[in-house]
Every structure is written in C-alpha cells, then in structure tokens.
C-alpha cells in the first residue's frame, strides 16, 4: 500500500500497456478528519489467488487535486 503525497514527471526509456485487472475504490476519514482516496487493483485471471488484492494506492485531497491537474494536461481534457 501506498500514500500518494508528491507526484513526479519522468521520461522512460520503455512503456507498455499492462493486463487489465478488476478495480475498486473507496473513500473514507481518518481519525484528524482527513478524507482519504483509495484504489485497490485485483489480481489478474492467471494470478493464483484471484480475488486478492494487488496494490492499493491512496490520495490526500492535494495530491488528488494534483493527479486531476496532470491528468487534464496530460489527456487534454
């Protein structure tokens, strides 16, 4: 699992396209009353334990207000 607090532009060398996997998401407050963003990706269909989770990734409201900030950039919306 990860907190999200400071995003980075790097330049790769190689990028390719992963497997699609089930996704899910979930918001909640913590205990200082903070709202948290979380993304769990699942295992892909050839994985030995389908149904676990992955990775989960969690936002704070800047770091999500700056992946919505690259996003429009990047996506041109």
Do not use: P, W
């Not at 200082?32 to 979380?38: S, V």
């Not at 676990?52 to 041109?76: G, H, P, T």
């Amino acid at each position: 699992m990860a907190l999200i607090t400071n995003i980075k532009r790097i330049e790769k060398e190689k990028n390719t396209v992963h497997k699609q996997v089930d996704t899910t998401y979930s918001s909640f407050l913590e205990k200082n009353g903070e709202l948290y963003f979380q993304i769990d990706t699942y295992g892909s269909n050839d994985r030995q334990m389908r149904g676990k989770i992955s990775q989960s990734v969690q936002l704070d409201k800047n770091a999500a207000k700056e992946l919505i900030k690259l996003l429009k950039s990047e996506f041109k919306i």
